[in-house]
């Protein structure tokens, strides 16, 4: 059964979630694509600990667009029982960043993953740099020196 190591980097977000039935499938475990769901919860509750809530960054006139999920399923969550999402951003790019996962019961590790994402202009849909007035508050969530 995996464990993760007790300590924690100062930057990473928690969020806790007790499994609700309906995020079930006929054999009481978790349905997989939940999880996803759940990095989303993570990583909304990570962007608001850099100091702006998703909202924000939306009405700025950018999006931070989904460009690939991966997960790696190790132990089965179940109805009733309380989890934590650890989330932090991996690495912030020119145009993109990167934002890594662990689900944990307790101490075991039950999922882990990375979503990836780029910076898209609001209005017209594009592929942007990442914007200057967000990049060092991510940077520094990153471990970077800025």
Not at 53 to 72: C, D, I, P, Q
Not at 77 to 86: E, F, L, M, S, W
Not at 93 to 112: A, E, N
Not at 119 to 135: G, I, K, N
Request: net charge negative; proline share 3%.
């Amino acid at each position: 059964m995996p464990t993760i190591p007790a300590e924690n980097n100062a930057t990473d977000s928690l969020t806790s979630i007790e499994v609700r039935y309906a995020e079930t499938d006929q054999m009481g475990i978790v349905h997989h694509a939940n999880y996803v769901v759940w990095f989303e919860l993570a990583r909304t509750d990570q962007c608001k600990s850099s100091g702006y809530h998703y909202s924000e960054l939306e009405a700025m006139g950018f999006f931070l667009v989904v460009t690939g999920v991966e997960v790696r399923y190790r132990q089965p969550a179940r109805y009733g029982d309380t989890i934590q999402i650890r989330c932090h951003v991996d690495r912030v790019t020119s145009r993109g960043m990167t934002f890594g996962y662990k689900v944990l019961r307790d101490d075991t590790l039950l999922v882990d993953g990375v979503t990836h994402h780029i910076w898209v202009d609001a209005e017209s849909r594009r592929p942007v740099r990442t914007p200057e007035v967000v990049r060092d508050a991510f940077r520094r969530l990153a471990g970077v020196e800025v």
